[in-house]
């Protein structure tokens, strides 16, 4: 009697919608549970079991600056008009350089200022942000805690460098703009309990790496066309009734997805070995 291996494969489509059953949704988004109907059920005599994340769409509108980034203050004071020292809470959301300009010069106006007495441009050939002053008598103070200095590229100082500043003076970022807070995406699930997908020498679970392939506000659709086979071999002969996903960054940090849902369809593949004997027919 001689036998073979007959590959198998089960496909299950999840998101974080709670009107397609998702459970336990985490404030921000980032991770959800699913109670299954119908377990999902890997033979024990099965040989070998993975798991591949065959596409993925998230919203990219992970805040850059937040209060949880630790990156949401702009504090800055005026010698000559209005004189005073003021202190500007900046909204979470994902920002460019225009987008953080345009908030600042509305915070600035709402406190009695012409709209563009500081200005945020960029240089394009070294990736600085530029702080240029309209007015004289003004100091962006970079020193205090939780400022947005790290993404505008600027060390923990005064701006200007020699305050307070001069009507027309500009002054560049100490290093490149950091705009770019997240790189790429990774989903872990408790589908493996083994190490998932390593980074570098960090195991956490991961079942698949999604990068950041759109512009701000837009979709990703993640559809490899190799996806990467996760071992799940611990789930052979034990029913999987319920599974939990969360979506972090590649920090590690729980994604804040805004009230957007998140979804992955993934593929469990596995083999059993069969008998090829054939049966002969009864003859009635």
């Given amino acids: 009697m001689s036998s073979v291996l007959f590959p198998r494969v089960s496909s299950h489509a999840f998101s974080s919608n709670p009107a397609s059953g998702a459970k336990n949704i985490h404030n921000s988004g980032s991770s959800f549970s699913v109670a299954l109907n119908k377990p999902i059920s890997i033979p024990s005599g099965a040989i070998s079991c993975t798991v591949d994340v065959v596409q993925a769409n998230i919203w990219f509108v992970t805040p850059n600056i937040s209060a949880a ?29 225009d987008d953080l300009n345009t908030t600042l010069q509305r915070e600035f106006a709402n406190l009695g200022f012409a709209s563009n007495i500081i200005v945020l441009t960029p240089d394009g050939p070294t990736s600085r942000a530029i702080i240029s002053y309209t007015i004289a008598g003004l100091d ?49 699930s408790s589908l493996t309990v083994a190490d998932g997908l390593p980074i570098n020498n960090t195991a956490a679970g991961i079942i698949a790496a999604i990068p950041v392939d759109v512009e701000p506000g837009a979709q990703i659709v993640y559809k490899p066309q190799t ?17 939990n996903f969360d979506l972090v960054d590649d920090q590690f940090r729980p994604i804040n997805t805004l009230g957007e849902y998140w979804s992955l369809i993934l593929h469990i593949h596995y083999s059993v070995l069969m008998s090829t004997t054939t049966v002969p027919l009864m003859s009635i």
Avoid: C, W
């Fill in 227 to 243: 996806p990467v086979s996760i071992d799940a071999s611990s789930i052979i002969g034990r029913p999987v009734q319920s599974i």
């Fill in 69 to 97: 980034l630790g990156n949401n203050n702009f504090y800055f004071s005026s010698a000559t008009t209005n004189p005073g020292s003021y202190h500007i809470v900046i909204p979470d959301g994902l920002y460019s350089l």
């Fill in 140 to 188: 962006v103070d970079f020193t205090q805690a939780n400022t947005v200095r790290t993404v505008l590229g600027f060390d923990s100082r005064q701006s200007p460098p020699t305050p307070p500043s001069a009507a027309g003076e500009s002054d560049y970022g100490d290093n490149p703009a950091s705009f770019n807070q997240i790189n790429s995406f990774y989903i872990r």
